[in-house]
């Protein structure tokens, strides 16, 4: 029997003190939420940190675990988490032709892959967190 490969990502919603949403503009998915997979020996929350910084130049503080998508079939498991900008200064990279932030409404329209939205949606609704989604 041969050793599960499970992909395990951590994403942040980043909001400033203006209520806007941080976005990456990727060149596959489009707009949304910075993250990305979690790297051997890493911890969850270091990977949300260092992965928003490399994708938008934001350094983040993380305030709170939201919950777990989990792709089944996929095997990957997408964590989420609520930060807040510390630092740092809004910055393209391979990853992210695009980046910045927008009022919350805004924000919303522009996410449109697959389940992003949700997610994002997800994070801003105290009232079921933490939350588990399988699909």
Known sequence: MS???HIVSAAAI?????????????PRRGWEMPGGQVEEGESLTDAVIR?????????IEVIKFCGIFQNIEGSI??????????????TTSPESLEVGFFPLGE???M???NNFRQRIEYCLDDSIHPFYIGF
């Open 3 to 5: 050793a599960p490969k």
């Open 14 to 26: 980043v909001l400033n003190e203006k209520n806007q949403l941080l976005l990456v503009k990727g």
């Open 51 to 59: 992965e928003t910084k490399e994708e938008s130049g934001i350094d």
């Open 77 to 90: 498991c997408n964590t989420l988490f609520l930060g807040k900008p510390i630092g740092g200064q809004l």
């Open 107 to 109: 924000a919303l329209e």
């Open 111 to 113: 996410v449109t892959w």
